[in-house]
C-alpha cells in the first residue's frame, strides 16, 4: 500500500556533508510523525532524528548541532542533512513514517525504508 524509498547515502570524508532523501508513494492520506534510525552490525538499531507532524524536531545528542531534519508535506517526504560527519556516524540509515493510509478506514501503519550505507572515512 505504501512504499518509502530512500536516497543520498554514499562515502565520504570526515568532516563532509550527506543529505538523505526519503519520499513516501501509495495510498496516502496523511503523515504524521516521520523519522531516522542508524544501525550498525551487531547492534540494536537507533534514533537519530525525529520530526513531529507540525514540525516539532528532536535529535540523539551524539548528532545536536550537526544533523538537521525536515519534512515536505506536499511530497511526502523527510530529509536528513549530515554535516561535520564523523567516522562514529558509519552505519545503514533507515528512514521511519507513520502514514494514515486510505484504504484502511484511515488507520496509521508505520513504514520503513530500505536502507542507505553512509561511510564516514577518518
Known amino acids: 500500500q505504501v512504499q518509502l524509498v530512500e536516497s543520498g547515502g554514499g562515502l565520504v570524508q570526515a568532516g563532509g556533508s550527506l543529505r538523505l532523501s526519503c519520499a513516501a508513494s501509495?495510498?496516502?492520506?496523511?503523515?504524521?510523525?516521520m523519522g531516522w534510525y542508524r544501525q550498525v552490525p551487531g547492534k540494536q538499531r537507533e534514533l537519530v532524528a525525529h520530526?513531529?507532524?507540525?514540525?516539532?524536531?528532536n535529535y540523539a545528542d551524539s548528532v545536536k548541532g550537526r544533523f538537521t531534519i525536515s519534512r515536505d508535506n506536499a511530497k511526502n517526504a523527510v530529509y536528513l542533512q549530515m554535516n561535520s560527519l564523523k567516522p562514529e556516524d558509519t552505519a545503514v540509515y533507515y528512514c521511519?513514517?507513520?502514514?494514515?493510509?486510505?484504504?484502511?478506514?484511515?488507520?496509521?501503519?508505520?513504514?520503513w525504508g530500505q536502507g542507505t550505507q553512509v561511510t564516514v572515512s577518518s
Open positions: 501509495g495510498s496516502i492520506f496523511g503523515i504524521n510523525d
Open positions: 520530526i513531529t507532524a507540525g514540525g516539532r524536531t
Open positions: 521511519n513514517q507513520k502514514v494514515v493510509v486510505t484504504t484502511t478506514l484511515l488507520s496509521e501503519y508505520e513504514y
